[in-house]
């Protein structure tokens, strides 16, 4: 379920050569989140704890693996699936269930950095020494051991939002599967940067700008990070900065996968051609029956 938002204003941009220079274009009006899964309400809050990757709470996660399962809990689509119509999770685990040698910088309202889900999964910055208020590897923020809070300017990167979306969306990408608790992520040992952009109400485009500039410079440091997730949608395009700011994180190998919002919105029709960097990854919304 969308959280409100204001009603943006509409720009028409029709072709990228048109797009006036990034000093007038006028900043882009807060991004609306997205809820993280569309089969359960709060999934690391709602599943009973697992044994097995095979248990019967492993089923509800249809998304992983969809046998056709009726599943226990699904406010917002089908109780039962089609066999088939999932991302076939499982049969990849048989190659690899993830590296933590890999970052996923998660731009987001933070993540619950006391859950056990992501004991094992929170990246930690090496050149840090944790609270001791000194900027130790001089990178311009102070004590981020685990990321940064562009929000509020400091450290903080706990997951205090009411919707937990934060937190929810890190457990899509990473909860640690078959540890008897819990959900499974699709990669059980990636490392999350926490990059806090957002709150209940959505998240600004200065915020966006520092956060992808800011993984840059990490990146550039040496730290792997692969890709940014960002699980929330504007319905007005993007501006010169902001795409500029995405190309940049393609430039320095790191994708940008992006959510194509939950109302099976056609964004091949809604953007103009060529206006989306090479880097970024729309990713649409389905049910366990497979429709948008």
Same mark, same amino acid.
């Given at each position: ?8 204003? *509409? *720009?028409?941009?029709? *072709? ?12 882009l009006e ?5 809820s ?10 709602l ?9 019967? *709470?492993?089923s509800?996660?249809w998304?992983?693996? $969809? ?19 999932? %991302? ?7 190659l ?10 998660v731009? +987001? ?5 006391? $859950? ?7 990246w ?13 590897d001089?990178?311009g923020f102070?004590d ?11 450290n ?7 919707? $937990? ?6 457990g899509v %990408? ?8 819990? %959900? ?6 990636? +490392? ?8 209940d ?27 940014i ?15 500029n ?8 190998? %790191?994708?940008?996968?992006a ?8 964004? +091949?029709?809604i ?5 989306v960097?090479?880097?970024?990854i ?11």
């Amino acid at each position: 379920m969308k959280l409100p938002l204001a009603k943006p204003r *509409r *720009r028409v941009l029709p *072709r990228r050569a048109s797009l006036p220079p990034a000093g007038i274009v006028e900043a882009l009006e807060e991004r609306v989140l997205l809820s993280a899964v569309a089969a359960t309400n709060s999934p690391l809050a709602l599943l009973p704890n697992e044994s097995t990757i095979a248990s019967p *709470r492993f089923s509800d996660l249809w998304w992983l693996q $969809n046998t056709g399962q009726t599943l226990s809990s699904a406010p917002t689509g089908p109780l039962t699936g089609v066999a088939g119509d999932d %991302i076939g999770a499982t049969k990849a685990w048989d190659l690899t269930t993830g590296s933590n040698a890999a970052v996923v910088a998660v731009f +987001d309202t933070g993540i619950d950095l006391t $859950n056990p889900e992501f004991t094992n999964n929170l990246w930690k910055n090496p050149g840090e020494i944790p609270n001791n208020g000194i900027d130790d590897d001089h990178n311009g923020f102070v004590d981020d051991e685990y990321g940064w809070n562009f929000v509020d300017g400091n450290n903080n990167v706990q997951d205090t939002s009411l919707t $937990n979306h934060g937190t929810l969306v890190s457990g899509v %990408i990473a909860a640690q599967g078959n540890n008897g608790q819990g %959900i499974s992520g699709v990669a059980w040992n990636v +490392d999350l940067l926490t990059v806090k952009v957002g709150t209940d109400t959505g998240v600004t485009s200065q915020d966006l700008i520092a956060g992808i500039n800011y993984v840059i410079a990490l990146k550039q440091r040496g730290v792997n990070i692969v890709a940014i997730n960002a699980s929330y949608i504007s319905f007005a395009l993007p501006t010169l900065d902001e795409l500029n700011a995405i190309k940049s994180a393609g430039d320095v190998g %790191i994708s940008y996968v992006a959510a194509a919002g939950n109302s099976g919105l056609n964004f +091949d029709s809604i953007l103009p051609s060529g206006f989306v960097p090479s880097n970024m990854i729309l990713v649409a919304a389905t049910d366990n029956r497979d429709p948008l």
